[in-house]
T-cell receptor, first 114, second 110 residues
């Protein structure tokens, strides 16, 4: 069965600084990979997704993520963080033929210092 | 475009009372539908998913049930709530490969 690890529970960055959130997955084949963001008390919003092709994917709000098969990673990056980016971020993995069921990581809480 | 509506947004229920959370999707047909639960400090746990009317798969044994009476309607229910049922419940739908979430429902069992 697939699994997702987000090793950082909390991350604090200063506004304007760069950001990288880590995500490692475990799956025998090429997975579908996703990043979602959740503001307090709200649902999850899709930031970006990777299915195949170019390993660097662009998402909304200036985020990007890079799929590295050799490292089983799908890290999320943003060159300059804004205070409004403070939220919880979830990495998720889906598998082909899995009925579109996703396995989520436990999330990384991002705090942005002004 | 597709939209997903989930209600009620907030619910406080006594232990032993029934529960009904409703979710509807617009702008698509025959979507896969899901109920997830998010407990404090934890990730998301898939509770139920459905690939069609009347077709429900349960991912974990629990005090809850789900039904899909119409193509774009998904209902989460309980006959008698437990304290441990408290949490944030998210309905979601998917097209071929991507899952989209509703705004969630906060359930507090007291």
């Amino acid at each position: 069965a697939q699994s997702v690890t987000q090793p950082d529970i909390h991350i604090t960055v200063s506004e304007g600084a760069s950001l990288e959130l880590r995500c490692n997955y475990s799956y025998g084949a090429t997975p579908y990979l996703f990043w979602y963001v959740q503001s307090p008390g709200q649902g999850l919003q899709l930031l970006l997704k990777y299915f195949s092709g170019d390993t660097l994917v662009q998402g909304i709000k200036g985020f990007e993520a890079e799929f590295k098969r050799s490292q089983s990673s799908f890290n999320l990056r943003k060159p300059s963080v804004h205070w409004s980016d403070a939220a919880e971020y979830f990495c998720a993995v889906g598998v082909t033929g899995g009925g579109n069921k996703l396995t989520f990581g436990t999330g990384t809480q991002l705090k942005v210092e002004l | 475009s597709q939209t997903i509506h989930q209600w009620p947004a907030t619910l406080v229920q006594p232990v032993g009372s029934p529960l009904s959370l409703e979710c509807t999707v617009e702008g698509t047909s025959n979507p896969n539908l899901y109920w997830y639960r998010q407990a404090a400090g934890r990730g998301l746990q898939l509770l139920f998913y459905s690939v069609g009317i009347g077709q429900i798969s349960s991912e974990v044994p629990q005090n809850l049930s789900a039904s899909r009476p119409q193509d774009r309607q998904f209902i989460l229910s309980s006959k008698k709530l437990l304290l441990s049922d408290s949490g944030f419940y998210l309905c979601a739908w998917s097209d071929r490969n991507t899952i989209y979430f509703g705004e969630g429902s906060w359930l507090t069992v007291v």
